[in-house]
């Protein structure tokens, strides 16, 4: 549920999973005690639909980095570049650095930080706006 008053349902595979997912939803909001609508007020519509595929590194994607980014958390590894960790990022492991440009994405972690990752791909080939489309 967004700040605009907006929800989002996803996952739903026909319209009886949709309407359970907003018969949880609206149970959630009534047990912490905020008043709300009855589901045969709601109208449901369908805006967006999506298609996933899981990455499995290394990707065959040539794109590379177009700048730099110290949020992303590598470590130089003898094939090349990995994730940190969790443990070593906590741990602040002297080996950390972020991606430099002109090193390939497919090399990025597969955790990735969609708003980061947004930033290093084609500007006319992607569109990552949370609010109006929530993806996954």
């Known amino acids: 549920m967004f700040r605009s008053g907006r929800a989002v349902c996803t996952g739903g595979k026909n319209q009886q999973n949709i309407e359970t997912?907003?018969?949880r939803m609206i149970g959630d909001l009534r047990a912490a005690g905020i008043s709300?609508?009855?589901v045969a007020d709601v109208d449901i519509e369908v805006q967006n639909m999506v298609a996933t595929y899981?990455?499995?590194?290394p990707e065959d994607y040539t794109g590379v980095a177009k700048m730099d980014d110290i949020n992303t958390k590598v470590i130089d590894d003898a094939g090349g570049i990995r994730a940190a960790t969790d443990e070593e990022v906590e741990n602040e492991d002297s080996r950390i650095r972020g991606i430099k440009q002109g090193e390939p994405l497919a090399a990025l972690p597969r955790r990735l930080n969609l708003n980061n990752l947004t930033f290093h791909l084609p500007f006319d080939k992607v569109e990552y706006e949370p609010?109006?489309?929530?993806?996954l």
């Open 36 to 38: 709300t609508w009855d």
């Open 21 to 23: 997912g907003i018969e």
């Open 54 to 57: 899981s990455l499995f590194f």
């Open 131 to 135: 609010e109006q489309f929530p993806g």
